[in-house]
């Protein structure tokens, strides 16, 4: 059973930075995609980031141009560069795989643990 494995979070001040890492236990045989989510208290979890594996990315309006996502596909990671952090981005973030680990296998999703960012002063 592959497993992802996230990293990275912790307590920052606002307009502060961070870098999520989300990694895998094995390789994949194909990733569609790699994207990054995050759910506060008492709201539905939400799409931060994605990268296909074209490299095309896609953010959520609200990080639009303070997060950027990542990947190097040799070390089975992705990553979150969080700066210009807010209050608001207070959440737990997990990433999430499309992927399969194997030819005769489909592709399904896979979740991380989740790690919290809290950004306060």
């Known amino acids: 059973q592959v497993q992802l494995v996230e990293s990275g979070g912790g307590l920052v001040q606002p307009g502060g930075s961070l870098t999520l890492s989300c990694a895998a236990s094995?390789?994949?045989?194909?990733?569609?995609?790699m994207g990054w989510y995050r759910q506060a208290p008492g709201n539905q979890r939400e799409l931060v980031a994605m990268?296909?594996?074209?490299?095309?990315?896609n953010y959520a309006d609200f990080v639009k141009g303070r997060f950027t996502i990542s990947r190097d596909t040799s070390k089975n990671t992705a990553y979150l560069q969080m700066n210009s952090l807010k209050p608001e981005d207070t959440a737990v973030y997990y990433c999430?795989?499309?992927?399969?680990?194997?030819?005769?296998?489909?592709?399904?999703?896979?979740w991380g643990q989740g790690t919290q960012v809290t950004v306060s002063s």
């Open positions: 999430k795989w499309n992927a399969r680990p194997g030819i005769a296998v489909r592709y399904n999703d896979y």
């Open positions: 094995r390789s994949f045989f194909g990733i569609s995609t």
């Open positions: 990268i296909t594996s074209g490299g095309t990315t």
